[in-house]
């Protein structure tokens, strides 16, 4: 699976957006990206997963350039509750279980 | 829908000692995996499963056993105990592309 760069931190002000980059520059054809987060030391939860194109649920936004070297997680209206700890994981589509995860984003929601 | 159940949530062992962490999930997923999380740092992968009967390594196995013998069950094994297994651990499950939905974790604290 391909590695992630993240940086390890990010301030954000409530009812901003909340732009999370991610750069996977050996990201392979058959590689999916896939974005968690975790609130305290709970447990991580799901958000969004995406191959090429542009992604959007009823939690976030994901953008993944062309060459799909890197990908921006869009929170679009931050609230204090969004403050976590934001992983970028890559894999292939069927790896199931076999997240391999980095350091993650310290996103901070100020008010 | 329980979704994905660990227990216990806490736990102190003696070094030496051997328990079972237990894992369940209720969605009939196909994938299920273990993880370690050490103050300050990400999930490790310790051991995963892509259906009952079928087990491997992750990045972090030492220590640790696993077996499924049923889609629902999926627990870990500390066969002896040591104070580097001081740790908390999360269980998840998934099908083979969709998202993981993670435990609430099991905070182990071994003396």
């Known amino acids: 699976d391909a590695k992630t760069t993240q940086p390890p931190s990010m301030d954000c002000a409530e009812g901003r957006a909340a732009n999370l980059p991610c750069n996977h520059s050996t990201i392979s054809g058959n590689e999916y990206v896939y974005w968690y987060r975790q609130i305290h030391s709970q447990g991580p939860q799901y958000i969004i997963h995406?191959?090429?194109n542009n992604e959007t649920n009823e939690m976030a936004s994901l953008i993944i350039t062309e060459d799909r070297k890197s990908s921006t997680l869009i929170l679009p209206h931050a609230t204090l509750r969004d403050t976590a700890v934001y992983y970028c994981i890559v894999r292939v589509f069927t790896g199931g279980g076999k997240l391999i995860f980095g350091q993650g984003t310290e996103l901070s929601v100020k008010p | 829908n329980a979704g994905v159940t660990q227990t216990p949530k806490f736990q102190v062992l003696k070094t030496g000692q051997s328990m079972t962490l237990q894992c369940a999930q209720d969605m009939n997923h196909e994938y299920m995996s273990w993880y370690r999380q050490d103050p300050g740092m990400g999930l490790r992968l310790i051991h995963y499963s892509v259906g009952a009967g079928i087990t491997d390594q992750g990045e972090v196995p030492n220590g640790y056993n696993v077996s499924r013998s049923t889609t629902e069950d999926f627990p870990l094994r500390l066969l002896s105990a040591a104070p580097s297994q001081t740790s908390v651990y999360f269980c998840?499950?998934?099908?083979?592309?969709?998202?993981?939905?993670f435990g609430q974790g099991t905070r182990l604290t071994v003396v």
């Open positions: 995406g191959l090429k």
């Open positions: 998840a499950s998934s099908t083979a592309n969709g998202g993981a939905f």
